[in-house]
Antibody
Framework: QLQLQESGPGLVKPSETLSLTCTVS??????????WGWIRQPPGKGLEWIGS???????YYNPSLKSRVTISVDTSKNQFSLKLSSVTAADTAVYYC?????????????WGQGILVTVSS | QSALTQPPSASGSPGQSVTISCTGT?????????VSWYQQHPGKAPKLMIY???KRPSGVPDRFSGSKSGNTASLTVSGLQAEDEADYYC??????????FGGGTKLTVL
């Protein structure tokens, strides 16, 4: 059974860099049939796609966040990571990682449980 | 890119049908058959309910169905049950390998 688990600091100071990791179990992150991605949800608000990555490193980012986002993959650890720089209170959200099939419709079929990241001094 | 537009709330009585709309543009919903819908219960991760406009993942009841006309997609829940009370989000491919979500609709089962 596929499982995704987000991990990282729950509190980040303004202007610093938010760093999260998603650990995949039950499948190889090098499976050529899937992309892996990050989605966030500010408290009480809707979902926002952050970006996606393919195991060989191809990345795609939300244009509104592109200047601050880096997503990378570590196949040896079966993990992929998110870095978001110069954070502000507006970046406070639950951050989810997810799996996206390559050969069909740009949807996420498996999600992690999510991790709340608060930006505050 | 702007978020897709959903009504903030919808409601229906047990056994009834309810339809939730999701409006975009010709650059997202209208341009591709890549609309998906997610169900989210409080404190839980979203769950995929519909993909590619009208396809259901294994395990999703056939009470859930999707459709699209022009720049608007719809999710219909038939035979409403108490456990269907949740937030529902639409999503669409928006070109250049980007994805848009809607603002969400809170479905209340009366």
């Amino acid at each position: 059974q596929l499982q995704l688990q987000e991990s990282g600091p729950g509190l980040v100071k303004p202007s610093e860099t938010l760093s999260l990791t998603c650990t995949v179990s039950g499948d190889s992150i090098s499976n050529s049939n899937f992309y892996w991605g990050w989605i966030r949800q500010p408290p009480g608000k809707g979902l926002e796609w952050i970006g996606s990555i393919y195991y060989v490193g191809g990345t795609y980012y939300n244009p509104s966040l592109k200047s601050r986002v880096t997503i990378s993959v570590d196949t040896s650890k079966n993990q992929f990571s998110l870095k978001l720089s110069s954070v502000t209170a507006a970046d406070t959200a639950v951050y989810y990682c997810g799996r996206r099939p390559v050969w069909s419709g740009y949807h996420f079929d498996y999600w992690g449980q999510g991790i709340l990241v608060t930006v505050s001094s | 890119q702007s978020a897709l537009t959903q009504p903030p709330s919808a409601s229906g009585s047990p056994g009834q049908s309810v339809t939730i709309s999701c409006t975009g543009t010709s650059s997202d919903i209208g341009g591709y058959n890549y609309v998906s819908w997610y169900q989210q219960h409080p404190g839980k991760a979203p769950k995929l309910m519909i993909y590619e406009v009208n396809k259901r993942p294994s395990g999703v009841p056939d009470r859930f169905s999707g459709s699209k006309s022009g720049n608007t997609a719809s999710l219909t829940v038939s035979g409403l049950q108490a456990e269907d009370e949740a937030d529902y989000y639409c999503s669409s491919y928006a070109g250049s390998n980007t994805v848009l979500f809607g603002g969400g609709t809170k479905l209340t089962v009366l």
